[in-house]
Every structure is written in C-alpha cells, then in structure tokens.
C-alpha cells in the first residue's frame, strides 16, 4: 500500500501552521527518477551504477544489492525511491549526475531538494495536553536518523549474524549507524559518547536515534567482553534532555538485547491443541509474563 512521506505541518509566514505538504508516494518518486534514467545513455548508466557505490550519502546501497536489484532502469529506479526517499535522493542524484557531467538534469532535482528543505518542520510537536481534537501531531522524521549499534560477539553464538541482520535491516529504515564491536568498558563509554556528542554537533538535522546494545547481561547491566558491567540507565541519561538537546522532542529508541538475571522462566502451558505440525507431545508454551501494557503518570526517581 502506496503512504505519502514526509508529510507533516509546517509553519506559514504569518506564524500560523499551514496545512501539511503532500510528498511522493515511492511509487510517485520511483517514476520521477526513472525520467531522469530513461535519459541517461547506457554508457551514462553504467556510469551511474558505479558512481552509486562510492556516493557520499548514508546510508549507502550495498554492491550485492544494486547487482540484484538494480540492473535495469525500472530496478534501479524502484531501489533509490525505496532505500533513500526524499530529500536524501535528491541529494544522491544531483552528486551523480554532476559526476557525469548531466547539468541538464540537475534543475528538477535541485528544485525538489530546495523545497524539501524549505518545508522541513522544526519543533513544531504537541503534547497530547496541548492539542484539541484530531489536532496532535506526528514525530517529524524528514531529518537525518542516526543509530548506534553495540555488539559483543565473544561467547555469543550468533552474534555475527545478528550484526548482518541489524546493519540490513538499519540501511532500509535509513538510519546511518556507528558500529562498536567487542569494546570493553572505557570504549563503549567513550564511543557513545562521541555518538552523542556528534549528534549535538548537528543538533537542527536530527530526526531520530536509535541505540542498540547486545551482548550478555544482568538487571540494570549489560556485559563488556572482558566481564566489566555498563550501568544501562548511565547509558540512557545520556540521551536525555538534558545531556542531549539535538534529541528533545525527537523519538529515542533503545532495545537491549540481553539477559536481565540468571533466573530462568520456564513458561506456562496453554490449553491450546498442538498444530498438526508439532510434537504431539509437546503442548504450547508462553512466558509467565507476557502481553502486559503498563503505564505509569510519572517517571521512577532515578
């Protein structure tokens, strides 16, 4: 199902929100760059393609995937709507095509890019106490999405494929990652917080962050390769508003994936009939806990 991108309201001359601009839909921006394409010669083409590969713009489409996606002109166009959309395609087109010397194309998607950047909201979110009805607004996500990926893959089968999994999956939500691998304690520590760091550096271009840590773990902690235990809330207050002002009011998302304690749970059976596929033997299983939704008025007192 075809959604618009990028919409959201933006503010007039006056001062007043103005009604929010409708973006290209993929399929809508999938043909516009087919247009500028079908107007490149297959030498231009072949050109482009590997142009693509080195283009400065996070986060980049990957050899294997422009080989198997992008061999055609409907291909290659369908992969630079989906894996970019606006305004980084506009900004991935215009660096190629003036590579390839094509300054005949480059007004279409300098204008589309000029606009884009006209109509970037900035702090324009409400709180659900500020809004009358049908009035509450969306997470502005037009700017840069910034994520931090931890692994420890020492005495941690299937690491490595986790690490594989998160940067695809990453690259087609369009977040540029930073990667920390096996660090101890004083390197995590200190490349977080450059992370966090460089995203104040850039504070009106930030969108989103996303910080993924995986490794082993215990309540409140998370384990080093060497043993050593980073405090998880030490890690999440320096994100807040505080520590992080490029972040107020943007989604910061954290998943953890690790143990919180040695206690193993063993789950509840259900009364459920096994599918014909299972072992008859073996009735299904859930979590002691699981489907709970729990909201509290305040934050704990940290």
Known sequence: MATSLGSGWRWGSDGRQAPPKITPTVEELQSRVQETLDLLSPRELSHFRVLLKTVDEGPRVSPLRLELEGGSKAGLA??????????????????????????????????????DRREIPRKILKRSYDCVDGELDCYDLSGKRKAFLMCVEKNRPGAHRDIMLMTEWLGQCQFEHTSCIDPNKMELLGKISSFRDGLNEIKDDVGCCLVTLMSHGEKGFIKMKDGERVSLEDIFEMFNNKNCPALQEKPKIFIIQACRGEKRDNGVETDDEPMESDDVSEKRRLPTFSDYFIIYPTQAVL
């Open 78 to 115: 369908r992969l630079l709507a989906q894996h970019y959309y606006l305004p980084a395609v506009s900004r991935v087109l215009i660096k190629v095509l003036q590579q390839l010397r094509r300054a005949d194309l480059l007004p279409r998607w300098q204008s589309a890019e000029d606009d």
